[in-house]
């Protein structure tokens, strides 16, 4: 086995390097949490490790290609229940574009399916793509979260929060919040349920809650958040108005809002029809009655981060 991945001393300090002391807890328990995904299941990960080399071919254009097939299969199955011959068959049908044989058989989706949690790392660039899968060092997680100034204690809302990767992050990074995971869809509240219950890494004095919002509420209006973070989310809403108004009832004067959404304006093709221009992005926040204090750019993204508090 340790041929085949590196212990802590072996890598952790090429990932320390340049953090900052309060990310040094971070850095641990996220080497404990990827540590967990492979001895853990050590079987299902040489599997993957074998399936990598699979997907890698000498065309360039063929391989850009196969995280986004990755990426619909995890999607097909946590999001919409499909299962191996499901997602096969969906693919097929919709998206021939992705539809390679060498790689969508019911064998190789099952593999990728039963290293879920792993690959979702990989796909969010926590990880580095490649076996042994070691922490990415750029990684943008670190200074993102930093960003939010969390503090131990904290009411912590993600909205729109997915397959539940960045909470689970937050419970790696702190030792004691409530973190309120929010999501539309059912399959996915579930799915990042299991992965941060399974997850031994975080501290047990955070505390989870999982809510299944609405289309126009969170469903947690009658509770007060220190920090509402929406991720890549936002341009989902169908009914933003009405969200932003559900959201204001769980912010105090001294809550924080965050909304983390690709832009349009940078001309950046993200592969969603929904994405927003910026202007119309902080026109809604401001006709819900926020102000926006602070805006960051992420050029390389195209991607901008506004902090956004209540009038």
Known sequence: MKKHFLFYSLFIGHVLMGQTNSNIQ???????????????????????????TLWKQEDEATNEKYPELIGNILNLHSAHGRSPKGIIKTINKR???????????????????????????????????????QIEAETHIFDEIKYYGITNNMNIAEIGAGNGVFSLMLGLAYDSLNIFVNELDFSQTNYAKEKTTQCKAISPNNNFYFINGKRKNTGIEE????KIIIRNSFHHFSKKMDMLTSIKNSMTPES???????????????????????????NLIEDSGFKIIAEKNNEEWGWVMLHCKIE
């Open 26 to 52: 971070f850095v641990f328990n996220l080497t404990k949490y990827r540590s967990e995904l492979i001895t853990g299941n050590f079987e299902n990960y040489s599997n993957l490790t074998a399936l990598d």
């Open 95 to 133: 998206a021939p574009e992705f539809a390679d044989p060498y790689i969508l058989t019911e064998k190789n989706i099952n593999i990728i399916l039963e290293n879920s949690h792993l690959i979702d790392l990989l796909m969010d660039g926590i990880l580095k793509a490649d076996p042994p899968f």
């Open 223 to 226: 509770l007060k958040m220190d």
């Open 256 to 282: 924080d809002l965050y909304i983390y959404d690709p832009i349009l304006e940078t001309g950046k093709d993200f592969g969603c029809k929904k994405a927003m221009f910026k202007k119309d992005i902080k």
